[in-house]
């Protein structure tokens, strides 16, 4: 079969490393229509503990993408009975959770969300981290909230890589940091690259972050004492989709619909400019399921909205770009067949047109957060075309279940 890309260019499918996909179609078509070909999901400690029935289902369904599926800590410490997110798990419960670490068959990596479990103490971390290493798993970890603990919880997660010897990724971190202490963090997380440790680290090109409304994240403390400003604050899904909330709509929200999300703007567009200054930091879109006309943009826009905004403005070049969305994220999953064009090579590809290549996703309120992108012509995952002049071709589903040796 011949395919026209007649003045395209043709890539490797792009690699999303922090994803909330967890076989969610609605979401993975969003992804695909991007070009993302594999994600890592169960991420931020959030996950399937049953992996051997996720996989299962997987098969069984079937999926747009290739997906691979880490184990997430939150999730372990609601299994072994520590549903107190602000409270440390027992000796007894962290011994459990070692075990389930080591039975969680096919898992890619442990995932730690720290703002979300802030009762987790490090020592729990650390033995942990020290279990996933030790089967063979990376870690990756959305940190503890820089509102009380600054780069310390930066340096907390970096040192699991000393620690453990292991792989570590530190999570979106635009959405972690912003101003001055952007530089600051990519200083010492270049210190540490150099020193030979395992570390990696994505980032999304958005400086407004979004999660669910009930969690630790969005406690009322970070309002009252810690700077965050209710004219920053919207809704993303709910009823409230897309308005600016007061302090009483919050109020409602986390009261009765805790599942609700909300997004929250910190940060300027200097962030993302800064965090990029860091080689070989990859693009990721922390994005995840949502009702249709609701959620965060970051779902459908974050490939061609990096293209957008660092490569064709001139900050970055194409190839550099290119590494960061495909070979590099390869690099650092350790998927020798994918993130390159070779012989060999899983045929997970893009053909993009150059020119029309735009995000038209926007935020609830503006637009509709899942609008697809312009100029994602073809793709191709494992050697089967999904997407064909920018249409989808209906039913195919020629994702794999990526699952740890």
């Given at each position: 079969?011949?395919?026209?890309?007649?003045?395209?260019?043709?890539?490797?499918?792009?690699?999303?490393?922090?994803?909330?996909?967890?076989?969610?179609?609605?979401?993975?078509?969003?992804?695909?229509?991007?070009?993302?070909?594999?994600?890592?999901?169960?991420?931020?400690?959030?996950?399937?503990?049953?992996?051997?029935?996720?996989?299962?289902?997987?098969?069984?369904?079937?999926?747009?993408?290739?997906?691979?599926?880490?184990?997430?800590?939150?999730?372990?410490r609601r299994v072994v009975g520590q549903g107190d997110v602000y409270a440390?798990?027992?000796?007894?419960?962290?011994?459990?959770?070692?075990?389930?670490?080591?039975?969680?068959?096919?898992?890619?990596?442990?995932?730690?969300?720290?703002?979300?479990?802030?009762?987790?103490?490090?020592?729990?971390?650390?033995?942990?981290?020290?279990?996933?290493?030790?089967?063979?798993?990376?870690?990756?970890?959305?940190?503890?909230?820089?509102?009380?603990?600054?780069?310390?919880?930066?340096?907390?997660a970096l040192e699991l890589a000393v620690i453990t010897g292991g792989r570590?990724?530190?999570?979106?971190?635009?959405?972690?940091?912003?101003?001055?202490?952007?530089?600051?963090?990519?200083?010492?997380?270049?210190?540490?690259?150099?020193?030979?440790?395992?570390?990696?680290?994505?980032?999304?090109?958005?400086?407004?972050?979004?999660?669910?409304?009930?969690?630790?994240?969005?406690?009322?403390?970070?309002?009252?004492?810690?700077?965050?400003?209710?004219?920053?604050?919207?809704?993303?899904?709910?009823?409230?989709?897309?308005?600016?909330?007061?302090?009483?709509?919050?109020?409602?929200?986390?009261?009765?619909?805790?599942?609700?999300?909300?997004?929250?703007?910190?940060?300027?567009?200097?962030?993302?400019?800064?965090?990029?200054?860091?080689?070989?930091?990859?693009?990721?879109?922390?994005?995840?399921?949502?009702?249709?006309?609701?959620?965060?943009?970051?779902?459908?826009?974050?490939?061609?909205?990096?293209?957008?905004?660092?490569?064709?403005?001139?900050?970055?070049?194409?190839?550099?770009?290119?590494?960061?969305?495909?070979?590099?994220?390869?690099?650092?999953?350790?998927?020798?067949?994918?993130?390159?064009?070779?012989?060999?090579?899983?045929?997970?590809?893009?053909?993009?047109?150059?020119?029309?290549?735009?995000?038209?996703?926007?935020?609830?309120?503006?637009?509709?957060?899942?609008?697809?992108?312009?100029?994602?012509?073809?793709?191709?995952?494992?050697?089967?075309?999904?997407?064909?002049?920018?249409?989808?071709?209906?039913?195919?589903?020629?994702?794999?279940?990526?699952?740890?040796?």
């Amino acid at each position: 079969r011949v395919v026209d890309a007649g003045g395209g260019i043709l890539v490797p499918g792009f690699i999303d490393v922090h994803a909330h996909t967890d076989s969610d179609l609605p979401c993975a078509e969003k992804f695909l229509a991007q070009g993302i070909t594999t994600v890592l999901s169960g991420n931020c400690g959030f996950s399937p503990v049953n992996l051997d029935e996720f996989f299962a289902d997987f098969e069984r369904t079937g999926y747009p993408i290739n997906q691979a599926e880490q184990i997430g800590h939150t999730d372990l410490r609601r299994v072994v009975g520590q549903g107190d997110v602000y409270a440390p798990a027992t000796k007894a419960q962290i011994e459990q959770m070692k075990v389930l670490i080591q039975q969680a068959r096919g898992a890619w990596g442990l995932s730690f969300g720290l703002e979300y479990a802030p009762g987790a103490p490090p020592e729990e971390v650390r033995e942990l981290a020290r279990t996933a290493v030790d089967a063979g798993r990376l870690i990756s970890i959305h940190i503890r909230s820089i509102k009380t603990d600054g780069l310390r919880s930066l340096e907390e997660a970096l040192e699991l890589a000393v620690i453990t010897g292991g792989r570590v990724i530190i999570s979106h971190l635009v959405y972690m940091f912003n101003g001055p202490l952007v530089k600051q963090a990519t200083a010492m997380i270049a210190e540490y690259q150099q020193r030979g440790f395992d570390v990696w680290v994505d980032s999304g090109v958005y400086t407004a972050f979004s999660t669910y409304a009930g969690t630790p994240v969005f406690d009322e403390i970070v309002f009252t004492k810690y700077g965050y400003s209710f004219d920053k604050l919207r809704a993303a899904t709910g009823k409230y989709a897309g308005q600016i909330l007061d302090r009483e709509k919050y109020r409602e929200v986390r009261r009765d619909s805790p599942r609700d999300s909300f997004i929250y703007e910190p940060g300027t567009p200097q962030d993302i400019y800064d965090a990029y200054t860091l080689p070989g930091l990859m693009v990721s879109t922390d994005g995840g399921k949502a009702p249709p006309g609701t959620g965060h943009p970051q779902g459908a826009a974050t490939f061609p909205r990096f293209f957008r905004m660092m490569v064709k403005s001139g900050r970055m070049s194409f190839l550099d770009g290119l590494r960061r969305c495909s070979l590099i994220p390869a690099n650092a999953l350790h998927l020798p067949h994918k993130g390159r064009i070779a012989e060999g090579a899983d045929a997970d590809l893009v053909v993009l047109d150059w020119d029309r290549l735009e995000e038209t996703a926007d935020f609830p309120g503006s637009g509709d957060p899942g609008s697809p992108p312009r100029g994602v012509r073809h793709v191709f995952v494992n050697g089967v075309q999904e997407i064909e002049n920018e249409k989808r071709i209906p039913g195919v589903l020629a994702g794999m279940c990526l699952r740890h040796l």
